[in-house]
T-cell receptor
Framework: GAVVSQHPSWVICKSGTSVKIECRSL??????MFWYRQFPKQSLMLMAT?????????EQGVEKDKFLINHASLTLSTLTVTSAHPEDSSFYIC?????????????FGDGTRLSIL | QKEVEQNSGPLSVPEGAIASLNCTYS??????FFWYRQYSGKSPELIMF????GDKEDGRFTAQLNKASQYVSLLIRDSQPSDSATYLC????????????FGQGTILTVHP
């Protein structure tokens, strides 16, 4: 089945550091990928839609200059948390639909747990 | 009003029983409906998806969709302790084409 690989799985770093998270579709091409954030005991909240070859679209309230998204190829999207602060500590998860239709089931990466000290 | 709302938990059922999880959604144009299972500290795992009114069965799981009532449910038969997890209802389509909108999740505990 469709596999989405996310790396790294865990990051601990100092406040002010920028952190890059990679999301790869391993056996299919993904023109669209999605980035979610999940705080403890809460559900997933969509942050942005990553579009191959064009700018990402961000959900209301998500700072595009802080959460930089690059979808440089049909199999790779990256999320960079710039100048991270403790309040950015969260579980970040990417997903991709396994077909052309974005309403098809999405497959999730294993997530990245980000802890900012 | 929340866009996707799940029955409040936590839900506790004995092993072997049927667990019933419910979800309502507000966007009448929604087209696709998903149930994900999430273990603590892990990312969501797709359990079932349903597009049309009626029932869809897969092993011990049955998804039910009623678009007129804007209601989707998940039944887990012969519940096992390994089914203990948070179950997330998610919806896409309508005004949120391609974007998954999640409910708040229902914690299910299956006790031996």
């Amino acid at each position: 089945g469709a596999v989405v690989s996310q790396h790294p799985s865990w990051v601990i770093c100092k406040s002010g550091t920028s952190v890059k998270i990679e999301c790869r579709s391993l056996d299919f091409q993904a023109t669209t990928m999605f980035w979610y954030r999940q705080f403890p005991k809460q559900s997933l909240m969509l942050m942005a839609t990553s579009n191959e070859g064009s700018k990402a679209t961000y959900e209301q309230g998500v700072e595009k200059d802080k959460f930089l998204i690059n979808h440089a190829s049909l199999t790779l999207s990256t999320l960079t948390v710039t100048s991270a602060h403790p309040e950015d500590s969260s579980f970040y998860i990417c997903s991709a639909p396994a077909g052309v239709d974005s309403n098809q089931p999405q497959h999730f990466g294993d997530g990245t747990r980000l802890s900012i000290l | 009003q929340k866009e996707v709302e799940q029955n409040s938990g936590p839900l506790s059922v004995p092993e072997g029983a049927i667990a019933s999880l419910n979800c309502t959604y507000s966007d009448r144009g929604s087209q696709s409906f998903f149930w994900y299972r999430q273990y603590s500290g892990k990312s969501p795992e797709l359990i079932m998806f349903i597009y049309s009114n009626g029932d869809k069965e897969d092993g011990r799981f049955t998804a039910q969709l009623n678009k007129a009532s804007q209601y989707v449910s998940l039944l887990i038969r012969d519940s096992q302790p390994s089914d203990s997890a948070t179950y997330l209802c998610a919806v896409t389509g309508g005004t949120s084409y391609g974007k998954l909108t999640f409910g708040q999740g229902t914690i299910l505990t299956v006790h031996p």
